[in-house]
């Protein structure tokens, strides 16, 4: 199937083939002619199988048919995402194929300052790609109208759920009109995003495209077990010895994305973290630099799991598991993209067993496992010897603690003049008192 055969104007596919796209994707293939129904949608597809363009195409199309005068326009279309990351990937597809079609598009999220965003918004516009935390300060303002809306997104839903957005959800819903069509986009599909369905879709049309919470087929999987204190030491092997020029590394936390960035520069490896604590200006910097090869190492938190949208990434890197299986898909995801192969490396820690557990019972499959000499699982204390079997009788340990005994402190024995005190009674010098300094024995 091509894309002419989908039903889109002349404009999109100009915008397709200069992207390089001759071909859908199996999500595009069927969720378009579902929007272009009418029909609300639930569609579940792997990450990185093109489930913006799969939307953005043809609400573009259907809101260019009916375009408003310039001036004071309201919003027709919304779309919520989790990140502010993600935020800027949708937006800059729906510019790329709204400009063509003279609709306006922009986008809002926190960490920046909101009077730029008033201001846009107040110049009129068609699109808007928000985070539902900023959008519900531009509605309880009154600075946006969402009365107009004729299309809600709702990309990357379960990512929503797992980060709490599901009240803001509702609660953005509020200021919703009842007649608009609905799609919910995900890269898994679990029994909260079906719930959440039932609250907000009418009667929706299911798509699913490949089997349920499962990782892209092109990108190869590997795990490399290695003792907790020696990964940093094996992550810079791997990416010298690879001679790897662009890796995407997440950890877990804040923190130890500051850490192991600190550890890789002092290892000579030009690396850049981004997370939540870092304002959205230098996040931006930063992941351009990344993008044009300034970086060969990225190190990046859950956060940036979703949006990330790095063309041709060839390799990602588990540094530490992540806590929710579902993450490790779409961390991986970031590679392996739009039919290119990929490699995704864990790096396990024995503490780390349960966690990859986890991610294989929702794979279905084990990931395979990859060792190096080098380095082994459990690393062998410095300067301490292996000792095989248990220590047998007259070994060192019992030497040391009869010595122990030796130097207590001798008991006391008492000497004559000592036994001829008269507070002892008359008795007590009539008993000797032994030369050998042994205490007596009950036995």
């Known amino acids: 199937m091509s894309f002419e055969s989908l039903g889109l104007c002349d ?6 083939a200069a992207q390089g796209y001759t071909t859908p994707t199996p999500i595009q293939t069927q969720a378009i002619p579902v929007v272009f129904e009418g029909c609300d949608l639930l569609a579940g597809a792997q990450t990185g199988t093109g489930k913006t363009a799969a939307f953005a195409l043809p609400i573009v199309q259907m ?16 779309v919520l995402v989790p990140t502010r990351e993600l935020a800027a990937q949708v937006s800059g597809q729906m510019q790329n194929y709204g400009r063509r079609l003279s609709l306006r598009s922009t986008m809002i999220y926190g960490g920046v300052n909101i009077q730029a965003q008033i201001e846009r918004l107040h110049r009129g516009v068609d699109i808007v790609v928000a985070t539902p935390g900023r959008l519900l300060d531009h509605a309880e303002r009154n600075t946006i109208n969402l009365s107009k809306i004729e299309f809600l997104v709702l ?26 069509q609905n799609l919910l986009f995900s890269a898994t599909y679990s029994q909260s995003i079906k719930q959440l369905a039932d609250e907000l879709l009418d009667q929706p049309r299911r798509i699913e ?10 990108v190869i999987q590997a795990v490399y077990p290695v003792d907790r204190n020696r990964k940093r030491e094996m992550l810079s092997h791997l990416i010298r010895k690879g001679e790897w020029n662009q890796v995407l590394v997440f950890t877990r936390t804040r923190y130890g994305a500051d850490k192991l960035t600190e550890e890789l520069l002092f290892d000579g490896i030009k690396a850049a973290a981004i997370h939540s604590n870092k304002s959205q200006s230098l996040r931006t910097r930063t992941l351009a630099e990344f993008k044009r090869g300034e970086l060969r190492v990225l190190v990046a ?7 990330l949208d790095i063309e041709r990434l060839p390799h990602v890197v588990n540094y530490e598991l992540p806590q929710v299986p579902e993450d490790y898909v779409h961390r991986i995801g ?14 396990v820690c024995q503490a780390e067993q349960p966690l990859l557990i986890a991610i294989q019972q929702l794979l279905k499959y084990p990931i395979p496992l990859q060792t190096i000499a080098e380095f082994p699982q459990v690393a062998v204390k410095r300067g301490v010897k292996a000792k095989v079997g248990k220590p047998s009788r007259g070994s060192s340990r019992p030497k040391q603690k009869s010595a122990k005994v030796t130097k207590a402190k001798p008991a006391k024995t008492k000497s004559p003049a000592k036994a001829a ?10 008993r000797p008192v032994a030369k050998t300094g042994r205490r007596g024995s009950r036995s």
Do not use: C, W
Not at 11 to 16: D, Q, R, Y
Not at 301 to 307: E, F, K, W, Y
Not at 334 to 347: E, F, H, I, P, Y
């Open 301 to 307: 938190t859950d956060v940036a799991a979703r949006g």
């Open 334 to 347: 970031r590679t392996g993209r739009a039919g290119k192969d990929g490699v995704a490396v864990s790096l």
């Open 11 to 16: 404009e999109l596919l100009s915008a397709i």
């Open 155 to 180: 990309d990357e839903a379960d990512r929503m759920l797992d980060l709490g957005f599901i009240d803001d959800i509702l609660h953005v819903a509020e200021y919703l009109p009842s007649q608009r």
């Open 63 to 78: 809101l260019s048919e009916t375009v408003l005068p310039a001036k004071r326009r309201s919003p027709r279309a919304l």
């Open 421 to 430: 005190n008269p507070r002892k009674g008359k008795g007590a010098t009539e």
């Open 209 to 218: 495209v490949a089997r349920r919470n499962i990782a892209a087929d092109a």
